[in-house]
């Protein structure tokens, strides 16, 4: 009979153990400059993590071309860097990411062009999926969308 309660405890401990740690979903895409051919050079990395309260973003990027100070970054709809055309035929940098879903807040950009940031945010893991994280210099943009006609410097982590 000891045996058994020895090996009952032993498996209630594994069991709670097993349970108390949790398994966070996490995953990091390159950030890209888009261009006329679509994703071009690496700037850093993003990184998304399942928190108890949403996601953290966690933003690493160095020699952006934007103008220090506060910058766009939001989630779109589509994942493909591919330039698309406007009714009028002209070139649309970014075309392929879709309409702009929401917007995350704002990003600091330093004057070497880097930025070291985490924002802590709402959505769940699996709105990301499938999905953009794109970076524009305007901040304050609202818009359905912030695809450019090259006017600024825009920048992408597929997930």
Same mark, same amino acid.
């Given at each position: 009979?000891? $045996?058994?309660?020895?090996? =009952?405890?032993?498996?209630?401990?594994? @069991?709670? !153990?097993?349970?108390?740690?949790?398994?966070? &979903?996490? %995953?990091?895409?390159?950030?890209?400059? +888009?261009?006329? &051919?679509?994703?071009?050079?690496?700037?850093?990395?993003?990184?998304?993590?399942?928190? @108890?309260?949403?996601?953290?973003?966690?933003? $690493?990027?160095?020699?952006?071309?934007?103008?220090?100070?506060?910058?766009?970054?939001?989630?779109?709809?589509?994942?493909?860097?591919?330039? %698309?055309?406007?009714? #009028?035929?002209? =070139?649309?940098?970014?075309?392929? =990411?879709?309409?702009?879903?929401?917007?995350?807040? #704002? +990003?600091?950009? &330093?004057?070497?062009?880097?930025?070291?940031?985490?924002?802590?945010?709402?959505?769940?893991?699996?709105?990301?999926?499938? $999905?953009? =994280?794109?970076?524009?210099?305007?901040?304050?943009?609202?818009?359905?969308?912030?695809?450019?006609?090259?006017?600024?410097?825009?920048?992408?982590? !597929?997930?």
């Amino acid at each position: 009979m000891t $045996k058994i309660l020895k090996v =009952l405890l032993i498996l209630s401990f594994v @069991a709670l !153990i097993s349970c108390s740690q949790e398994k966070t &979903n996490s %995953t990091t895409s390159d950030i890209v400059e +888009l261009n006329e &051919n679509g994703a071009g050079e690496k700037f850093g990395t993003i990184t998304v993590t399942e928190t @108890a309260d949403g996601i953290s973003i966690e933003v $690493k990027a160095s020699g952006l071309k934007s103008k220090p100070g506060q910058v766009g970054f939001h989630l779109h709809e589509k994942n493909s860097p591919e330039p %698309t055309k406007d009714e #009028s035929g002209n =070139l649309v940098i970014g075309g392929g =990411l879709g309409e702009d879903m929401g917007d995350l807040g #704002s +990003l600091t950009v &330093n004057a070497d062009g880097s930025v070291s940031q985490t924002i802590v945010g709402e959505l769940e893991y699996s709105d990301i999926k499938g $999905k953009s =994280l794109v970076i524009t210099d305007d901040v304050n943009s609202y818009a359905d969308n912030t695809q450019t006609k090259g006017e600024e410097p825009l920048y992408v982590a !597929i997930f």
